[in-house]
């Protein structure tokens, strides 16, 4: 096989029985999820082909500045959806800015290390390599950053006594909060490890899946997948721990005391 297979809206429209399927399931047994999974469903379908029309355009227009604003835009949504994910959070704009901030730093940093790196695309910027590469180790590091930041937040509260304690006995803030900190780095890098454990044995994932049915060998596909889970893993390790550490901050003070009045 040396060419991909070019799908028609035929062959999604069968694709989607297998959705309504579930609906109907859920219908039937009383779940009342049937009309959350077609709005899902219809919002995922109408946003994946505005983004192929977009990414289209942006192809045909190599330019740093249009690419650079695109993936600031990505990085904002997936600001929101940690925002969402997270049981208790920051006050103001805090509870937005950190996850966004600490997101969009480390997929730039290490997006930015691959295109010069290992890929080399010329220019470095073409958004035909730089958007897919970024939205992936995105997707992966928002996961990750979610996860720290909601566990952090929830092990504050439920362990203020003890934190407390240490800091009248005059442990610094860091001190206080390490315990703490470090389990909510393990909650962050779980999914990484997860899925860098399981790769090739449980599943074949989604990028080297892509390129196998679009006519690449499985040997270049498998090298290609292996970088991006490193890139994947780089960047949600240097985005849980600047979140955590940045929130740590956040929630205490210079008097080394802590503010859980900055929590909503």
Sequence with gaps: MTGYIELSYFDLLLA???????AGLSLA?????????????LRMTVQLLLVGLVLQALFA???????????????????????????RRLKGWWGYGIGSATML????????????????PEPWYDPR??????????????????LGLDGLTSLVGRERAAIEAQLTLGATRWRALR????????????????SMAAAGVVFLPG??????LSGVAPEQAVKYQILVLFLIAGASGLGVLTAVLASI??????????RLDRLA
Excluded: K
Aim: aromatic residues 6%; without cysteine.
């Design 16 to 22: 989607s029985v297998l959705l309504l399927f579930n």
């Design 129 to 146: 390599y730089a958007i897919p590469l970024f939205g992936m180790i995105l997707g992966n590091a928002m996961t990750g950053i979610s």
């Design 105 to 120: 730093l480390a997929g730039m940093v290490v997006t930015v290390l691959a295109l010069n790196g290992p890929l080399r």
């Design 207 to 212: 990028m080297m899946t892509g390129q196998i």
């Design 249 to 258: 901050w956040r929630l205490t003070d210079d008097r080394h005391r802590l």
């Design 61 to 87: 227009t190599v330019s740093l500045w249009l690419t650079a604003l695109v993936a600031l835009i990505m990085a904002l949504f997936a600001g929101r959806e940690i925002l969402s994910r997270q049981e």
């Design 179 to 194: 315990p703490i900190a470090q389990r909510a780095l393990r909650t962050g890098f779980t999914p990484m490890l997860n």
């Design 29 to 41: 047994l009383g779940l009342r999820l049937e009309r959350q999974m077609l709005l899902a469903a």
